[in-house]
Structures are given as structure tokens and as C-alpha cells.
Antibody, heavy 124, light 107 residues
Framework: QITLKESGPTLVKPTQTLTLTCTFS??????????VGWIRQPPGKALEWLAVIYWNDYKNYSPSLKSRLTITKDTSKNQVVLSMTNMDPVDTATYYC????????????????WGQGTLVTVSS | EIVLTQSPATLSLSPGERGTLSCRASQSVSSYLAWYQQKPGQAPRLLIYDAFNRATGIPARFSGSGSGTDFTLTISSLEPEDFAVYYCQQRSNWPLTFGQGTKVEIK
């Protein structure tokens, strides 16, 4: 059974750096095709994809946030970390990590298992 | 960036009725479109991927169709647990993008 759980601060001040950790189980990020993505959702608004990291350490970022984002993985700890610099109140959102869909040897950038999400508020 | 436009914004239906949700892409995404369901306070759940494939455990009353720029999610007979917000997502081009959502509410 695949599970993911986000952890990190619930409140950050403007200009600070947010660091979120996704701890997962039920799969390995060293297996070919596997990936973990981050998606956020401001209160009452739509989903926004942020970044994805793959088993081979390849990464993709949202172009609008690329300069502020860093995604890394620690395969031995079954964790993925997302950092976002220069936080602003508009970054207030629930942040989700999610498992990239894999079926046998096929995989694609759909997200089939999600963490519960963590609400991050940016306020002074 | 590919923009996904969902319509209608809100769909008011009664249990047992058929629901038809639309997602239109600003350029062709081939068949690389998915649908998610999200209930209040919960994470999204993958329903349909690559336009028409049901994800594991998704009931047969959910079906997807379309290709290119126009896609449809159909719920053949709404169950009480189907009232939620539905999002489409494309993976054809970077960045991955989501639509703004359609809320299916009880009439």
C-alpha cells in the first residue's frame, strides 16, 4: 500500500524559505519510472503543479516558480523535500505531495496517490 | 503553457441523474488528459487518465472521452458520494496544468 505524508511548518513569515518533507512508503524512488510530485492549492482555489522528481534524479519545475523551487530526494529515507524561497502571502496554500502513476513498466505524470496535504500560511 | 478551461463552473443535479463535465484545452493535448475528484477537506483522487482509462478502484459509472482539445467526464448516475469538485489535468506539455474545476452540487 502506497502512502505519503507531508510535514513542515504551518506558518512562515514573508521572505522566509519554506521547506516541506514528503515521507512515503510502499514504493522506492530508486525504481525505474517512479516519481513524486508537489502540487499546491490556495484556499478555495484550483490545484497548481509545482515540481516533480524522478527515480533517476531528473527534475521538472513550474516555470513561473522555478527560480524559487528546489526539489530533492533521499532514497534511503524514503523522503522528498521541496524548498521554496522568498515566501509571500499569496503562497498560502495546502501543499500536497503525490505519487506518479506507474503500472508495471509504464509510468506517466498522473498522480494516483496523494498525501493528506499540509496547510502553510504566510503571514507576518 | 496549456490552459484548461472547465465548464460549467457549477453543475446542479439530483442523485440518479447523469452528469456531463467538459474540459477544453487551449491547444491539442492528444489523449493526455486526466480527471480528479476532490471532496471538501480531502486530497484529490485520480479517476480517469489518458482520456478514458479508469484508475484502480474507480466505479464504472465514471467514464472519460475526447481527444485533442475537447474532453468529457460523464457520471452515468450520480451517487450521493459523487457530489464534489472535479479537476482535469494535462501532461502533454510542460508545465503540467490543471483546470479551474467544476463543482457538482446537489440540486
Amino acid at each position: 500500500q502506497i502512502t505519503l505524508k507531508e510535514s513542515g511548518p504551518t506558518l512562515v513569515k514573508p521572505t522566509q524559505t519554506l521547506t516541506l518533507t514528503c515521507t512515503f512508503s510502499g514504493f522506492s524512488l530508486s525504481t525505474s519510472g517512479v516519481g513524486v510530485g508537489w502540487i499546491r492549492q490556495p484556499p478555495g482555489k484550483a490545484l497548481e503543479w509545482l515540481a516533480v522528481i524522478y527515480w533517476n534524479d531528473y527534475k521538472n519545475y513550474s516555470p513561473s516558480l522555478k527560480s524559487r523551487l528546489t526539489i530533492t530526494k533521499d532514497t534511503s529515507k524514503n523522503q522528498v523535500v521541496l524548498s521554496m524561497t522568498n515566501m509571500d502571502p499569496v503562497d498560502t496554500a495546502t501543499y500536497y505531495c503525490a505519487h506518479r502513476l506507474t503500472i508495471s513498466e509504464w509510468s506517466a505524470n498522473w498522480f494516483d496517490v496523494w498525501g493528506q496535504g499540509t496547510l502553510v500560511t504566510v503571514s507576518s | 503553457e496549456i490552459v484548461l478551461t472547465q465548464s460549467p463552473a457549477t453543475l446542479s443535479l439530483s442523485p440518479g441523474e447523469r452528469g456531463t463535465l467538459s474540459c477544453r484545452a487551449s491547444q491539442s493535448v492528444s489523449s493526455y488528459l486526466a480527471w480528479y475528484q476532490q471532496k471538501p477537506g480531502q486530497a484529490p483522487r485520480l479517476l480517469i487518465y489518458d482520456a478514458f482509462n479508469r484508475a484502480t478502484g474507480i466505479p464504472a459509472r465514471f467514464s472519460g472521452s475526447g481527444s485533442g482539445t475537447d474532453f468529457t467526464l460523464t457520471i452515468s448516475s450520480l451517487e450521493p458520494e459523487d457530489f464534489a469538485v472535479y479537476y482535469c489535468q494535462q501532461r502533454s506539455n510542460w508545465p503540467l496544468t490543471f483546470g479551474q474545476g467544476t463543482k457538482v452540487e446537489i440540486k
